[in-house]
T-cell receptor, first 115, second 111 residues
């Protein structure tokens, strides 16, 4: 079955530390890749997305992600985290070129940033 | 632009009772989704509509869950009768080709 795997369930960092959250997916065809963020008490928000083209995509709030097709990975990075980045992060994929299919989510990574 | 609206935000019911959730997508979005998010897991699709037609309901427990989108805009998701394991957040999303946009969700607790 198609799946998305996030390697870290809970990450604790100090402010200014660098962040990398791992995401791997299992599907050999065309994929569209997403990172969503859920801040405490808020709804899921789109952080960044990859459809095609440059495999290094930049999103909001200084986040970026790199699509490595050979590794089936789409890791999320940020050079210097802030306390306000404390949230839950979800990697997700859709299949096919239309991008209106269902999102398949990973189990999420809880990021806690200590001030 | 207004976001996806959902109501109620919270609901507590006893098992075997029925419950309904409402969703109003972003104006002009033809595709609407209902996801179930159990605590500690990522959201999982229950049903996807394209206008008022069902595209994917393969993961919808049809013996107890039903959903409709009669006029291709608002949607209702119903659970009857509810079980303890239905305790979750029910998320509605709507989309364009650029991505899916989520509502705040309805948090359901079944006692």
């Amino acid at each position: 079955a198609q799946s998305v795997s996030q390697h870290n369930h809970h990450v604790i960092l100090s402010e200014a530390a660098s962040l990398e959250l791992g995401c791997n997916y299992s599907y050999g065809g065309t994929v569209n890749l997403f990172w969503y963020v859920q801040y405490p008490g808020q709804h899921l928000q789109l952080l960044l997305k990859y459809f095609s083209g440059d495999p290094l995509v930049k999103g909001i709030k200084g986040f970026e992600a790199e699509f490595i097709k050979s590794k089936f990975s789409f890791n999320l990075r940020k050079p210097s985290v802030q306390w306000s980045d404390t949230a839950e992060y979800f990697c997700a994929v859709t299949h096919g070129s239309s991008n209106t299919g269902k999102l398949i989510f990973g189990q999420g990574t809880t990021l806690q940033v200590k001030p | 632009e207004a976001g996806v609206a959902q109501s109620p935000r919270y609901k507590i019911i006893e098992k075997r009772q029925s419950v309904a959730f409402w969703c109003n997508p972003i104006s002009g979005h033809a595709t609407l989704y209902w996801y179930q998010q159990i605590l500690g897991q990522g959201p999982k699709l229950l049903i996807q509509f394209q206008n008022n037609g069902v595209v994917d309901d393969s993961q919808l427990p049809k013996d107890r869950f039903s959903a409709e989108r009669l006029k291709g805009v608002d949607s209702t998701l119903k659970i009857q009768p509810a079980k303890l394991e239905d305790s979750a957040v029910y998320l509605c999303a709507s989309s364009t080709r650029l991505g899916q946009y989520f509502g705040p969700g309805t948090r359901l607790l079944v006692l």
